[in-house]
């Protein structure tokens, strides 16, 4: 996914920085230097969002609003974070919360389903029949953790951030990301036992 702008006829294009900080703040004086940060960044977002709402055209409407509320709200990024990556997965994060309630549904009708018999695997390797019967009960297990704790156990699995990233992402200190990622992580190892 890529963002063209239209460029001026004898005006130079500058290469993008190459941290996502001086990105941002070029954008400041010349706001179409932000559609650097849209393609650096869009894909990775709009592919974990696609994941979360299990939804081409909802990930397409939430992608696009990530980038519009950062936009509007790049002003007040620190510019001491190199990285802006947290950031838009903290806005993204807030985005999907408006579809919770979807997503949930989603995870609970996937609990509902029945694991597929083994027999029907038997080319494939013994971790994807694992990961295969698992799927339910994972799901049974993701619908019912809060929405704070699937938002940061998503976020560090999913998004693959790390806990200070995703204590950024989400506005909370990192003790209580190492803490909440604990009791998700219990919770979730005793939802697994109780479907084994």
């Known amino acids: 996914m890529t963002l063209a702008l239209p460029q001026q006829a004898g005006v130079p294009t500058l290469p993008p920085p190459s ?33 979360r709402l299990e939804d081409v055209t ?17 002003a007040r990024y620190d510019l001491r974070r190199t990285d802006a990556r947290p950031w838009l997965y903290g806005i993204a994060s807030n985005l999907i919360s408006g579809h919770r309630r979807a997503e949930v549904r989603r995870l609970k009708a996937l609990a509902r389903q029945a694991p597929e018999p083994a027999a029907e695997f038997e080319e494939r390797s013994a971790e994807r029949v694992t990961a295969a019967r698992l799927r339910p009960a994972l799901a049974a297990a993701l619908a019912g953790l809060s929405s704070a704790e699937r938002d940061l156990l998503l976020l560090v699995a999913w998004a693959e951030l790390t806990y200070e990233e995703a204590a950024q992402a989400l506005g909370i200190p990192i003790g209580t990301v190492r803490s909440r990622l604990s009791r998700t992580r219990t919770k979730i190892r005793r939802s697994l036992e109780s479907h084994a």
């Open 58 to 74: 909802t990930a397409d409407d939430v992608t696009a609003e990530t980038f519009l509320v950062a936009f509007r709200k790049r």
């Open 19 to 51: 941290d996502d900080a001086a990105l941002i703040k070029e954008s400041l004086a010349d706001p179409d230097r932000f559609a650097g940060l849209f393609d650096r960044h869009a894909d990775e977002i709009h592919r974990y969002a696609a994941r």
